[in-house]
C-alpha cells in the first residue's frame, strides 16, 4: 500500500474513534477525579485502545479464515456497521453500537472505567474493531514479507490514534472549555461524513468481490 492508502487508513479510524465523542462521557465517569487521576485513566485508555485494535488487526485475518467468512463478506458487514456509527455521529451522540443505556449506567457505579466503558467499547468499538480488520487484510501482496511489513505499517497507525486519543483525553477538561459541547458535536458531525464515505467505498468493493458482475 502507498503512504497516501495509510493516510486514508489513519483518517478513517480516526474519524470512527473519534475521541472528542468520549470527551463528556470521560468528564462524566471522572467528576470527583484529581488532576494526577485522570492523566492516568487516560493512559491506560490510550493503551487499551491500542491493544484491543492491534489485537484485532493481528488475529483478524485467522478469524475469518476459521470461520470460514471471505474478506468481501466481512467487508459488506464492516461498511454497514460503519454506516451506523456515522448516522449516530451526524447525530452527535455514541449509538447504541458503542454503548447502550445499560452499560451507561452501569459504568457510572465503576470506580475503573478507563479500559471499559471508554477504551472499549466507546472507543475502540465494533465499527473501529471491524475497520482495522478489513484494512489489515486489504493489502496488495502475498508474500510473507509484505504481509509483515504491512501489519507493521497498520500497527504505526494505531499507535498514533492511541496517542492522539491520549492527547485528548488527558486534555478532556481544557476541550471542553474551550471549544464547548458546539465544536465538539460540529467536529464529530465532520468524523461521520468521512466514515460515511469510508464505509460506502468499503460496501462498493465488498459488493464487487460477491458480486463480479456488477463490474461491467
Keep these: 500500500?502507498?503512504?497516501?492508502a495509510y493516510l486514508k487508513s489513519f483518517l478513517g479510524l480516526i474519524a470512527?474513534?473519534?475521541?472528542?465523542?468520549?470527551?463528556?462521557m470521560f468528564i462524566a465517569l471522572t467528576p470527583t477525579a484529581s488532576a494526577q487521576d485522570r492523566k492516568r485513566i487516560a493512559r491506560i485508555a490510550a493503551i487499551a485502545v491500542f491493544c484491543v485494535l492491534g489485537i484485532s488487526l493481528v488475529a483478524g485475518g485467522p478469524l475469518l479464515d476459521f470461520f470460514g467468512i471471505s474478506l468481501s463478506a466481512f467487508k459488506v458487514a464492516g461498511a454497514l456497521l460503519?454506516?451506523?456509527?456515522a448516522m449516530d455521529s451526524f447525530n452527535a451522540a455514541p449509538g447504541r453500537q458503542r454503548q447502550t443505556p445499560e452499560e451507561e449506567v452501569e459504568a457510572m457505579s465503576k470506580h475503573?472505567?478507563?479500559v471499559v466503558p471508554i477504551a472499549t467499547p466507546?472507543?475502540?468499538?465494533?465499527?473501529?474493531?471491524?475497520?482495522?480488520?478489513?484494512?489489515?487484510?486489504?493489502?496488495?501482496?502475498?508474500?510473507?514479507?509484505?504481509?509483515?511489513?504491512?501489519?507493521g505499517a497498520m500497527l504505526c497507525v494505531i499507535f498514533v490514534v492511541a496517542v492522539l486519543t491520549w492527547i485528548t483525553l488527558r486534555a478532556a477538561q481544557r476541550i471542553a472549555n474551550r471549544i464547548?459541547?458546539?465544536?465538539?458535536?460540529?467536529?464529530?458531525?465532520v468524523g461521520g461524513l468521512i466514515t460515511a464515505a469510508l464505509a460506502v467505498e468499503i460496501l462498493a468493493s465488498g459488493l464487487n468481490g460477491l458480486f463480479p458482475g456488477l463490474k461491467s
Aim: aromatic fraction near 4%; charged fraction near 5%.
Design 122 to 151: 466507546l472507543l475502540a468499538g465494533p465499527g473501529a474493531i471491524s475497520m482495522v480488520i478489513v484494512f489489515g487484510q486489504s493489502h496488495p501482496g502475498v508474500s510473507k514479507l509484505g504481509q509483515v511489513g504491512h501489519i
Design 112 to 114: 475503573a472505567v478507563a
Design 82 to 85: 460503519l454506516l451506523l456509527s
Design 180 to 189: 464547548g459541547i458546539t465544536g465538539m458535536n460540529v467536529a464529530t458531525r
Design 1 to 4: 500500500m502507498e503512504f497516501a
Design 16 to 24: 470512527i474513534v473519534d475521541p472528542l465523542i468520549a470527551v463528556p
